[in-house]
């Protein structure tokens, strides 16, 4: 197939096909014409790379998968580097939690701390209005 027969049937666009073919994750194949020839292969890879792209890996983080494929396994995650690069996915991901988590823990703590003072604001009926009031035209 042709690089725009394969673009439409990834759900993808002709220039990131050939993004990935000047990374080295696309084979560039050319035909008698010098047009780019893939096959289904190429597509099983590359329904790996944009799998991988849309759970948040960096591109170059694919490549284990693709190389996988290429090898000729059923899978891109049967090999040890794919199993790596899911590993080390893993780690960065559990710290990106604690970190969310932490922030999560301090914003709980600034709104229950400022809800604290508005209702003591509104007990003593003092202090500035902080709705926005509408103006009048005159």
């Not at 040890?80 to 932490?102: M, Q, W």
């Given at each position: 197939?042709?690089?725009?027969?394969?673009?439409?049937?990834?759900?993808?666009?002709?220039?990131?096909?050939?993004?990935?073919?000047?990374?080295?994750?696309?084979?560039?194949r050319r035909d008698e014409h010098g047009y780019r020839t893939y096959d289904e292969s190429d597509l099983r890879a590359l329904r790996q790379i944009?799998?991988?792209?849309?759970?948040?890996?960096?591109?170059?983080?694919?490549?284990?998968?693709?190389?996988?494929?290429?090898?000729?396994?059923?899978?891109?995650?049967?090999?040890?580097?794919?199993?790596?690069?899911?590993?080390?996915?893993?780690?960065?991901?559990?710290?990106?939690?604690?970190?969310?988590?932490?922030?999560?823990?301090?914003?709980?703590?600034?709104?229950?701390?400022?809800?604290?003072?508005?209702?003591?604001?509104?007990?003593?009926?003092?202090?500035?209005?902080?709705?926005?009031?509408?103006?009048?035209?005159?």
């Amino acid at each position: 197939m042709r690089i725009g027969e394969l673009a439409d049937r990834a759900g993808t666009t002709t220039r990131t096909l050939r993004y990935y073919e000047s990374r080295g994750l696309l084979p560039a194949r050319r035909d008698e014409h010098g047009y780019r020839t893939y096959d289904e292969s190429d597509l099983r890879a590359l329904r790996q790379i944009r799998t991988l792209q849309d759970f948040g890996f960096e591109l170059e983080e694919t490549r284990p998968f693709v190389e996988c494929l290429r090898a000729g396994h059923p899978e891109g995650d049967s090999c040890p580097a794919s199993l790596a690069v899911y590993r080390s996915k893993l780690t960065e991901l559990d710290a990106l939690i604690g970190e969310l988590t932490a922030v999560r823990e301090k914003v709980g703590e600034q709104l229950a701390r400022a809800e604290q003072a508005m209702t003591a604001l509104a007990d003593q009926e003092t202090g500035p209005l902080c709705e926005l009031q509408p103006q009048s035209r005159e």
